[in-house]
């Protein structure tokens, strides 16, 4: 089983600050998925990057794949108090998750 | 709405009952799971199923069994509850293959006391 570490753990910042929060394995991955979730919800996908050094953007996020496809970044510029939940990453079929970075933006 | 429908959404057991957690989809997706989310643990994978007839162990089968006799059904069986499975669980389909993206369901809160 690989094994997913997501840093920091917990992240508390304002709104407009910008951040970026870490998944990253010893093992190379072929696919790796970001998830949001809510309180009282399900995880929500947000992106699947398959290409090493891979760059993808969704409004104010920008998921990047490393080179070396062992690691991941997921940047969130001005952040928002929507922002606000427990982001995942994902290694695919069956889906192992790490354990999560829990974001809090206050306003 | 087309997705992942999750029944009960709470639920109280007490230690040795038997229940099942039923899970529903519409998409006709290949791939389901399921999965408990602990605090600090994050989401762990008990049982899941590649097609109908298919399953395998996820990392915390122990307690837990699966079936899945068509497409749209994955139920998941507590054979006799314990208070270390009091856990929030959820379901999720996706279509085969490793680039697509899994829909959750809303989750099943249960306690056992």
């Known amino acids: 089983t690989q094994l997913l570490e997501q840093s920091p753990q917990f992240l508390s910042i304002q709104e407009g600050e910008n951040l970026t929060v870490y998944c990253n394995s010893s093992s190379v991955f072929s696919s790796l998925q970001w998830y949001r979730q809510e309180p009282g919800e399900g995880p929500v996908l947000l992106v699947t990057?398959?290409?090493?050094?891979e760059v993808k953007k969704l409004k104010r996020l920008t998921f990047q794949f490393g080179d070396a496809r062992k690691d991941s970044s997921l940047h969130i510029t001005a952040a928002q108090p929507g922002d606000t939940g427990l982001y995942l990453c994902?290694?695919?079929?069956?889906?192992?998750f790490g354990k999560g970075t829990r974001l809090s933006v206050i306003a | 709405n087309a997705g992942v429908t999750q029944t009960p959404k709470f639920q109280v057991l007490k230690t040795g009952q038997s229940m099942t957690l039923q899970c529903a989809q519409d998409m006709n997706h290949e791939y389901m799971s399921w999965y408990r989310q602990d605090p600090g643990m994050g989401l762990r994978l008990i049982h899941y199923s590649v097609g109908a007839g298919i399953t395998d162990q996820g990392e915390v089968p122990n307690g837990y069994n699966v079936s899945r006799s068509t497409t749209e059904d994955f139920p998941l069986r507590l054979l006799s509850a314990a208070p270390s499975q009091t856990s929030v669980y959820f379901c999720?389909?996706?279509?085969?293959?490793?680039?697509?993206?899994?829909?959750f369901g809303s989750g099943t809160r249960l306690t056992v006391v």
């Open positions: 994902t290694i695919t079929t069956p889906l192992v």
């Open positions: 990057v398959v290409t090493g050094g």
């Open positions: 999720a389909s996706s279509r085969a293959g490793a680039n697509y993206g899994y829909t």
